[in-house]
């Protein structure tokens, strides 16, 4: 009886553990908040640039019509995927102007997916997700997209 005990809490423990880390991979890695049917496009002067995993993020700040500053997030692939399609920590420094074009937030917010970047010497960047463009991978845009 000892035994069943024992390997029920164990089986237990692991159904939870693989459970709680699944779920939160699953929802990480979702596109759900934001609209992939429309494009914004925002030029303005980049206030942070986060090289990262699972997830860079571009801060930029844009001035609207009328005056005010709002500041964007944009977020990107991982730093190892962006390096394979060509980008590097030191593409973009605070105070660079770039435009980004992005699926933005299904709420409203300023912030968006990103699906290229424009930097300041007029080279484009793609999102940084999936295979490299041009490659013939499944899912990968023709050749000169970006």
Do not use: C
């Not at 939160?24 to 640039?49: L, Q």
């Amino acid at each position: 009886m000892v035994k069943v005990r024992r390997l029920s809490k164990l089986s237990g423990f692991l159904a939870a553990t693989v459970l709680a880390a699944a779920v939160p991979a699953v929802a990480h890695h979702s596109a759900a908040p934001f609209d992939m049917t429309r494009k914004v496009t925002v030029s303005g002067i980049v206030e942070r640039w986060v090289w990262s995993n699972p997830h860079s993020w571009l801060y930029l700040r844009a001035t609207q019509p009328g005056g005010k500053q709002v500041i964007w997030g944009f977020e990107a692939g991982s730093a190892g995927m962006m390096a394979r399609q060509g980008w590097a920590a030191r593409d973009m420094k605070p105070g660079d102007t770039v435009t980004v074009t992005a699926s933005p937030a299904r709420d409203g917010k300023p912030v968006g997916l990103i699906d290229k970047v424009k930097l300041a010497n007029g080279r484009v960047l793609g999102g940084g997700f999936g295979p490299p463009p041009g490659t013939g991978a499944p899912g990968a845009p023709p050749p000169g997209r970006y």
